[in-house]
């Protein structure tokens, strides 16, 4: 472990307080296989514990005024931007992503606080002209209650503070169970968050190697009002059918299996920026990343020498060393899912145009494969690895309907310069996101989220405020 970061804590934080397990799990640096640290493995009694903490708290954060809770969210953020290079290097050595990645992240993670911090004065509600003169109609907007987070393990701040920045916001109190890969940079940041004045009980991290019975007690406990979680499709799924139960409001960011559409008319080499930028980042263990690359047919092979030629270039290898581009995969469940799509698609006929080899440890090449079939598992299925699939299309008919060919849509890119071809496109693409001629769409003032099975909700923007507030209507007789 690295002693010299005070911010490494194995205690999960509840009520303000360190709490240790009688047992504990080990967090592993996925680029070493290393252990940095033993984490607390809660029971039972301290998971209801946190749901009564969050519950008590709640009976006086939810009076405490805008100015006082955008004011907490404020210092929340500066002491994170103040201790950056720490959470920094936390998030490298519990997920494994090149420290450059880490500190865009955290840039990233604290602006969703920095935004929410404003949007808790922009909570607005409707005064309603009345059809009858001897009624007033308004509407005002009221925090939900006591909530619930469980995020993934790919983008250790991000995910969270994406999901507790808006619920502190609204007048929530709210539990986090982070991924059992990477709890350690949430409870970092929930220390953060008592030292910027955020009263004991209104921000609880609870710590847990199952992950499904603590997801259990979260989505069915009738105190909990709010679930929002962030992972794959089929854990979505089982947390929706649990929270059916009590009839929470929930939101969910799932899978994905975004296609990257590269028409004739495309620049190639800002095509293939694009690509790299969208596809390699955290070696493509995002839900965004591009899982399917359709590439028009006239410029299929100038399209595939130069991403391969850019593919090349990457460099692979720990996070912290300051020249890799490529980090590891986060296990050998990860290592495995993409050793078998890619055998598997090699077995049904695609080309290897660079990679498509295990390096060492949890390290994978990152590899182009041409002329990919449609009946590929990684046509259908999340790869979540550093892999470029290359798919031909004829028309732009073929394109849409072979990008749209998916259970899931969470976000869809596509280059081209023809202005009237991108309203046509963006149009008719399935998904609840569309990179235009650009690969970074992330960002906390746009809402992000899926439709079809990729997640309800939005999260960020001024819409995610929405996910942690319910509306009311008041009808004043006169
Ligand atoms: N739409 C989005 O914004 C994102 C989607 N994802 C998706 O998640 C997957 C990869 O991330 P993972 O962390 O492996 O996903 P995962 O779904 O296995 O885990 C996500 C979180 O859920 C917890 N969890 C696992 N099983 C559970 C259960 N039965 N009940 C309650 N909680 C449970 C995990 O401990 C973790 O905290 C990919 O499919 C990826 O696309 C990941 C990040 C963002
Ligand atoms: O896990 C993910 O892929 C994130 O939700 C995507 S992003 O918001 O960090 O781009």
């Known amino acids: 472990m690295n002693t010299r970061n005070t911010l490494i804590k194995g205690t999960a934080f509840i009520n303000g307080k360190e709490i240790k397990g009688r047992k504990t799990f080990d967090v592993i640096n996925p680029a070493t296989g290393e252990a940095v640290i033993g984490v607390a493995d809660l029971n039972r009694t301290a998971i209801e514990k946190a749901i009564t903490v969050s519950e008590a708290a709640w009976e006086s954060w939810k009076l405490t005024e805008v100015a006082q809770r955008s004011n907490i969210l404020k210092n929340w953020y500066n002491l994170i931007v103040k201790h950056k290079h720490e959470i920094a290097e936390i998030i490298t050595l519990e997920s494994g992503k090149p420290l450059e990645e880490s500190k865009i992240e955290v840039d990233y993670g604290s602006s969703f606080i920095s935004w929410f911090a404003e949007e808790a004065y922009r909570t607005y509600g409707d005064q309603i002209p009345s059809p009858n003169r001897g009624k007033q109609i308004i509407t005002i907007r009221q925090p939900v209650g006591v909530a619930a987070a469980?995020?993934?393990?790919?983008?250790?701040?991000?995910?969270?503070?994406?999901?507790?920045?808006?619920?502190?916001?609204?007048?929530?109190?709210?539990?986090?169970?982070?991924?059992?890969?990477?709890?350690?940079?949430?409870?970092?940041?929930?220390?953060?968050?008592?030292?910027?004045?955020?009263?004991?009980?209104?921000?609880?991290?609870?710590?847990?190697?199952?992950?499904?019975?603590?997801?259990?007690?979260?989505?069915?406990?009738?105190?909990?009002?709010?679930?929002?979680?962030?992972?794959?499709?089929?854990?979505?799924?089982?947390?929706?059918?649990?929270?059916?139960?009590?009839?929470?409001?929930?939101?969910?960011?799932?899978?994905?299996?975004?296609?990257?559409?590269?028409?004739?008319d495309a620049d190639i080499e800002a095509a293939v920026r694009g690509a790299i930028a969208a596809k390699f980042r955290n070696a493509?263990?995002?839900?965004?990343?591009?899982?399917?690359?359709?590439?028009?047919?006239?410029?299929?092979?100038?399209?595939?020498?130069?991403?391969?030629?850019?593919?090349?270039?990457?460099?692979?290898?720990?996070?912290?060393?300051?020249?890799?581009?490529?980090?590891?995969?986060?296990?050998?469940?990860?290592?495995?899912?993409?050793?078998?799509?890619?055998?598997?698609?090699?077995?049904?006929?695609?080309?290897?145009?660079?990679?498509?080899?295990?390096?060492?440890?949890?390290?994978?090449?990152?590899?182009?494969?041409?002329?990919?079939?449609?009946?590929?598992?990684?046509?259908?299925?999340?790869?979540?690895?550093?892999?470029?699939?290359?798919?031909?299309?004829?028309?732009?008919?073929?394109?849409?309907?072979?990008?749209?060919?998916?259970?899931?849509?969470?976000?869809?890119?596509?280059?081209?310069?023809d202005v009237k071809r991108c309203w046509r496109v963006a149009d008719a693409l399935a998904s609840g996101m569309v990179g235009i001629n650009e690969g970074a769409i992330s960002n906390a003032v746009a809402p992000?989220?899926?439709?079809?099975?990729?997640?309800?909700?939005?999260?960020?923007?001024?819409?995610?405020?929405d996910e942690f507030t319910e509306l009311k209507y008041l009808c004043f007789g006169l």
Request: aromatic share 8%; with cysteine.
């Open 448 to 465: 992000f989220g899926g439709i079809k099975q990729s997640g309800l909700g939005r999260e960020g923007s001024k819409y995610g405020m």
């Open 150 to 264: 469980i995020t993934p393990w790919n983008f250790p701040l991000a995910m969270v503070t994406r999901k507790i920045a808006p619920a502190l916001a609204a007048g929530c109190t709210i539990i986090l169970k982070p991924a059992s890969q990477t709890p350690l940079t949430a409870i970092a940041v929930a220390h953060l968050a008592k030292e910027a004045g955020l009263p004991n009980g209104v921000f609880n991290v609870i710590t847990g190697k199952d992950s499904a019975e603590i997801g259990k007690i979260l989505s069915t406990s009738p105190i909990v009002r709010k679930l929002s979680f962030t992972g794959s499709t089929g854990v979505g799924k089982t947390l929706m059918e649990q929270a059916a139960s009590t009839i929470k409001k929930v939101s969910f960011e799932l899978g994905g299996n975004a296609p990257f559409l590269v028409f004739d």
């Open 284 to 417: 493509g263990q995002t839900c965004v990343a591009p899982n399917r690359f359709l590439v028009q047919d006239a410029i299929f092979d100038r399209f595939a020498e130069a991403i391969t030629q850019a593919v090349q270039k990457l460099k692979v290898g720990n996070g912290l060393d300051k020249h890799v581009k490529v980090g590891p995969l986060i296990n050998q469940n990860g290592l495995k899912k993409v050793q078998h799509h890619v055998s598997d698609a090699l077995k049904k006929g695609a080309r290897i145009l660079t990679g498509a080899e295990h390096l060492e440890g949890l390290f994978y090449a990152p590899t182009v494969l041409a002329d990919v079939p449609p009946n590929a598992l990684m046509a259908k299925e999340e790869t979540f690895g550093p892999i470029v699939a290359l798919y031909r299309f004829q028309t732009e008919e073929d394109g849409i309907r072979m990008a749209n060919d998916t259970e899931f849509g969470l976000a869809a890119y596509f280059y081209s310069q």
